[in-house]
T-cell receptor, first 110, second 112 residues
Framework: QQQVKQSPQSLIVQKGGISIINCAYENTAFDYFPWYQQFPGKGPALLIAIRPDVSEKKEGRFTISFNKSAKQFSLHIMDSQPGDSATYFCAVRGGFKTIFGAGTRLFVKA | KAGVTQTPRYLIKTRGQQVTLSCSPISGHRSVSWYQQTPGQGLQFLFEYFSETQRNKGNFPGRFSGRQFSNSRSEMNVSTLELGDSALYLC???????????FGPGTRLTVT
């Protein structure tokens, strides 16, 4: 069963623009919500993560917004750069298990 | 500090064969998880080990198995390979009492 729905599948943003990727989950037992960035030929790398007791977390140009009641969270990339072009995955963790979203391919046009 | 290492990086096998993949976690990390990544199914959880004990398992057939050694190194085994097992197999390690996972570069398995 699909427990994490990620959208959009792909995203094209102009350099300097804001990239927004959304995720929705179905189970309230999750207690950790990370975002990963993956470049071709590499393993995913942790970008930023949030716990459910916080509604927003910012690290540099990356911000997670978390809505516990709606069971949704999103990644905002401010001032997007061509080097941000990669695949982004949201994930949820609970019960010694991490479930990933399907991924979003981001392309930032120079 | 060395990252997660996986060996081999690339592997080609024939249907019906079996394969063993290896993962060495970051020093001090005792939790190791395995994932299968394919274009069609994305990143799917296989299993998680901690102190040589499997703590959870994903929805994969029994042909997929794993183990962890006392030095935290882990192996996963796939028996009776099928074409659909072609994938990138990723290992991730985690420190005790933390949530952050660190991934290795993966093993690209091709089954012909």
């Amino acid at each position: 069963q699909q427990q994490v729905k990620q959208s959009p599948q792909s995203l094209i943003v102009q350099k300097g623009g804001i990239s927004i990727i959304n995720c929705a989950y179905e189970n309230t037992a999750f207690d950790y919500f990370p975002w990963y960035q993956q470049f071709p030929g590499k393993g995913p790398a942790l970008l930023i993560a949030i716990r459910p007791d916080v509604s927003e977390k910012k690290e540099g140009r990356f911000t997670i917004s978390f809505n516990k009641s709606a069971k949704q969270f999103s990644l905002h990339i401010m001032d997007s750069q061509p080097g941000d072009s990669a695949t982004y995955f949201c994930a949820v963790r609970g019960g010694f298990k991490t479930i990933f979203g399907a991924g979003t391919r981001l392309f930032v046009k120079a | 500090k060395a990252g997660v290492t996986q060996t081999p990086r690339y592997l080609i096998k024939t249907r019906g064969q079996q394969v063993t993949l290896s993962c060495s976690p970051i020093s001090g990390h005792r939790s190791v998880s395995w994932y299968q990544q394919t274009p069609g199914q994305g990143l799917q959880f296989l299993f998680e080990y901690f102190s040589e004990t499997q703590r959870n398992k994903g929805n994969f057939p029994g042909r997929f198995s794993g183990r962890q050694f006392s030095n935290s190194r882990s192996e996963m085994n796939v028996s009776t390979l099928e074409l659909g097992d072609s994938a990138l197999y990723l290992c991730a390690s985690r420190k005790d009492s933390t949530y952050e996972q660190y991934f290795g570069p993966g093993t690209r398995l091709t089954v012909t």
